[in-house]
């Protein structure tokens, strides 16, 4: 079993950077993609960013490039999203997840380990 565990979410005003971390527990996440999501209230679960094992990324579009950064530090076992130039439409609930395999994803369905879950609100 994989435990995540979201943190670094918070109240931030518009223009603004927030760091989440991911950290996960039980077992190694080294060898295994880790991905970033979001829902907004009354949005389904939307893909931000993805983490392959060897290191390669990819972004959920044209919304959060170049304003997001997904990384990895394997030795804390721990995924990472800069987020900068914060915008009111990037407030949600932020999921971090562990994929079934190593290479980074969009799909949802291919994610199997879920974190609980971190609130970022972002004022105008």
């Known amino acids: 079993q994989v435990q995540l565990v979201e943190s670094g979410g918070g109240l931030v005003q518009a223009g603004g950077s927030l760091r989440l971390s991911c950290a996960a527990s039980?077992?190694?996440?080294?060898?295994?993609?880790m991905g970033w999501f979001r829902q907004a209230p009354g949005k389904e679960r939307a893909f931000v960013a993805a983490?392959?094992?060897?290191?390669?990324?990819?972004y959920g579009g044209d919304s959060v490039k170049g304003r997001f950064t997904i990384s990895r530090d394997n030795a804390k076992n721990t995924v990472y999203l800069q987020m900068n130039s914060l915008e009111p439409e990037d407030t949600a609930v932020y999921y971090c997840?562990?994929?079934?395999?190593?290479?980074?994803?969009?799909?949802?369905?291919?994610?199997?380990?879920w974190g609980p879950g971190t609130q970022v609100t972002v004022s105008s």
């Open positions: 997840a562990r994929a079934w395999g190593r290479v980074a994803t969009t799909r949802i369905e291919m994610y199997e380990y």
């Open positions: 039980g077992r190694t996440v080294s060898s295994f993609a």
């Open positions: 983490i392959s094992a060897s290191g390669g990324v990819t």
